[in-house]
T-cell receptor
Framework: GAVVSQHPSRVICKSGTSVKIECRSL??????MFWYRQFPKQSLMLMAT?????????EQGVEKDKFLINHASLTLSTLTVTSAHPEDSSFYIC?????????????FGPGTRLTVL | QQPVQSPQAVILREGEDAVINCSSS?????VHWYRQKHGEAPVFLMI?????EQKGHEKISASFNEKKQQSSLYLTASQLSYSGTYFC??????????????FGTGTRLKVLA
């Protein structure tokens, strides 16, 4: 089956530093990747949609200058949290999709737990 | 835009049944159901593609009413392992002509021995 990996799985950083999270589709090419953020006891909220070779589409309320997304290839998307602050501490999950119809299935990465001190 | 799930939380005794509903204000082209354990990524349970479709996965089944823009997940004879948070997910058509994938509000389910 389709596998999506995320790295790192867990990261602790100091306030003000930047953190990069990688999302890779290991055995398929993903036309689109999505980034989600999940706070404790809440749902997964879509942050942005990333298409290979083009700029990411951010959801309302998500700062594009703070959450930099790069989708350099069909198998790799990165999310960089710039100048991280404690309120950015969260569980970040990526997903990858093949195709662009309303019935496509998502394949999720295992998630990255970010803790900002 | 986010599909609303009900109930928000439910507590069951082992062996009891539960129904989780997912209702959308937008058209649903497909519905996915997931279960998430604490600290882990969501685990895919099943996908429903056609209006009226019903599917089963062991003692977990689901239905999809496209006209009502609703889906329901049925858990029968619940087991301790069913505990977790359940999410519905769907592709939402955007004004730019593409689809984005969003999750429902979630339902926390706890099964007691």
């Amino acid at each position: 089956g389709a596998v999506v990996s995320q790295h790192p799985s867990r990261v602790i950083c100091k306030s003000g530093t930047s953190v990069k999270i990688e999302c890779r589709s290991l055995d398929f090419q993903a036309t689109t990747m999505f980034w989600y953020r999940q706070f404790p006891k809440q749902s997964l909220m879509l942050m942005a949609t990333s298409n290979e070779g083009s700029k990411a589409t951010y959801e309302q309320g998500v700062e594009k200058d703070k959450f930099l997304i790069n989708h350099a290839s069909l198998t790799l998307s990165t999310l960089t949290v710039t100048s991280a602050h404690p309120e950015d501490s969260s569980f970040y999950i990526c997903s990858a999709r093949v195709g662009g119809t309303g019935t496509d299935t998502q394949y999720f990465g295992p998630g990255t737990r970010l803790t900002v001190l | 835009q986010q599909p609303v799930q009900s109930p928000q939380a439910v507590i069951l005794r082992e062996g009891e049944d539960a129904v989780i509903n997912c209702s959308s204000s937008k058209a649903l082209y497909s519905v996915h159901w997931y279960r998430q354990k604490h600290g882990e990524a969501p685990v895919f349970l099943m996908i429903l593609l056609k209006g009226g479709e019903q599917k089963g996965h062991e003692k977990i089944s689901a239905s999809f009413n496209e006209k009502k823009q609703q889906s329901s997940l049925y858990l029968t004879a619940s087991q301790l392992s069913y505990s977790g948070t359940y999410f519905c997910g769907t592709n939402l058509f955007t004004t730019s002509g593409t689809y984005k994938y969003i999750f429902g509000t979630g339902t926390r389910l706890k099964v007691l021995a």
